[in-house]
């Protein structure tokens, strides 16, 4: 339980982001239907692990947060496919307002 309250924070962070990478994802590889989920999911998931491990992480924090990433990924596909933004064979709709989150922004270094 220490893990994950020490990582909360974090993931509160990430969900804005994960949403505009999984849109991102899925623009990229639009012209590719039925071969590019598992492509964009590896995309998704490799830039959390990367600033995951950019941010110097105890590696049990790391991977905790690798790992509940990932099912925010999945989460946040499953919430975008059953709203219909992603349109199969089409360029994925927008964003609604209400999901175009601006991740929030770090404050400047003292």
């Not at 924070?9 to 071969?35: D, N, R, Y």
């Not at 998704?44 to 509940?68: E, F, K, R, W």
């Amino acid at each position: 339980m220490g893990v994950f309250l020490a990582i909360l924070p974090i993931l509160g962070q990430l969900l804005p982001v994960i949403i505009g990478l999984v849109h991102t994802a899925e623009v990229a590889f639009s012209g590719m239907p039925g071969q590019s989920g598992q492509a964009k999911k590896d995309l998704v998931t490799g830039v959390i692990a990367a600033a995951a491990q950019g941010a110097n992480l105890d590696p049990a924090h790391a991977s905790a947060l690798t790992s509940a990433g990932s099912t925010m990924i999945d989460m946040v596909v499953k919430v975008l496919n059953a709203i219909n933004i992603f349109k199969h064979g089409a360029a994925p709709a927008p964003l609604p307002p209400a999901l175009a989150v601006t991740p929030p922004v770090a404050p400047p270094a003292a």
